[in-house]
């Protein structure tokens, strides 16, 4: 619906298209990765049965890809004004506020088990920092008295979820995405900057000690996968160096692509040879390896990780030209890179429509993020509306 509407908006507009160069940088990227994709699809089908997560994926992530392709091309800026600044804004805020409800609800329904909305716990909490920092940024961008409260609840409620989930990766990451923001963008002295984040570290410990026990657990016991790796490895933080290691040696074996059976088969053995067996290892290995670069250039090839490099590179150069790269590095770019480093992302659909429609509303309304209008109360615009 949004690249239909788009794209019939743009075509009235088709002339000044050619002077973003940019955009067609980042539209080649991304119809690089989901060609690959597609290419693999038709080479490598599936069965029916089948019980690899790409087979059942791609198909869906690949086109995905093409479509998000066509958006970036038409992603132009637009001008945001009065009232459509707090249509925007709420839109944004109440779907966040929607997505955290679906969470805790079913924490609630489900008190024993880690939070996760409609995924996996950690894919859960790597989607809802996403949502959490376009949340940011329209808030953030729209310029509005009160925005400062509101990014705090943002951040408040980001952080809770991400306890709940329990996912270490994205609870060590988050903040230090955050604080590279604020300090990128000069929001505040750097000593308080350095004070609060030392609050808040203490905070969060003292919240998780007192009330997150499992979680607690789950951070300490990540000192002793890392220190005891080497004696054992039939863990969560061993089993992903035991992937990484067999899917550079898949690569090795099979530089232009290769089926999942074919690359289950040759992981598996590479980890009953090198690897002590890593049962942990093993187990996963048939959704993915846990790293965008390597699952992809395991399976597509050398050129399929080529691709996803390309499409990280074109990222930077596209935030660049339009101004918004120290907003979309922290908020956007740097997010999908670390969290793609010890996980999975563009196997994931749902992970590639958040992921093409943030790039361009992060574009559109660039022109908001950039204009030093007054800002006006909160309420005031409300009365408006």
Known sequence: MAIIIVTFISAFHFKGLGKYKENWLLAAAFLCVGLSQLFWVERFPGAIDSIYMADENYHRTSVYLL???????????????GKRRVIIMLMAFL?????????LYYVLTNPEGRLRIDSAATTSAYLF????????????????RGK??????????????????????????YPFL????????????????????????????????????????????AY???SGYETNNDTSFGSRVSMWKSGIYAIEQHPFGQSTSTRFNEVKSYMDNN???????????????????????????????????????????????KNLLKIALPFLILPVILFGMVDTLFINDRFIVMFCMQVYLFSAIQNCA?????SEPFGKQMTDL
């Open 129 to 144: 920092v996403m949502q959490s920092f376009l949340t940011l940024y329209i808030v953030y961008a729209m310029n509005c």
């Open 67 to 81: 479509l998000g392709a066509v958006l970036t091309f038409f992603s132009v800026p637009f001008k945001i004004e």
């Open 370 to 374: 950039r204009e030093d209008v007054p």
């Open 224 to 226: 002793y996968e890392i």
């Open 148 to 173: 400062k409260l509101i990014c705090a609840l943002v951040v408040f409620i980001t952080f809770l979820i991400i306890l709940l989930t329990q996912t270490r990766s994205v609870l060590i990451i």
């Open 178 to 221: 955050l604080l590279g923001f604020v300090i990128i963008n000069k929001m505040y002295p750097l000593r308080s900057v350095m004070l609060f984040a030392l609050f808040s570290v203490g905070l969060t410990a003292a919240i998780s000690g007192l009330f997150l026990h499992n979680l607690q657990e789950r951070m300490i016991g």
């Open 275 to 321: 690897e002590r067996g890593n049962p942990e290892g093993v187990r996963n290995s048939i959704y993915h390896l846990h790293n965008d670069v390597i699952e992809s250039s395991s399976l597509q090839g050398i050129l399929g990780g080529v691709a996803l490099l390309f499409l990280f590179s074109s990222l930077i150069v596209f935030f660049y030209k």
């Open 95 to 103: 779907g966040f506020i929607y997505l955290g409800s679906r969470g």
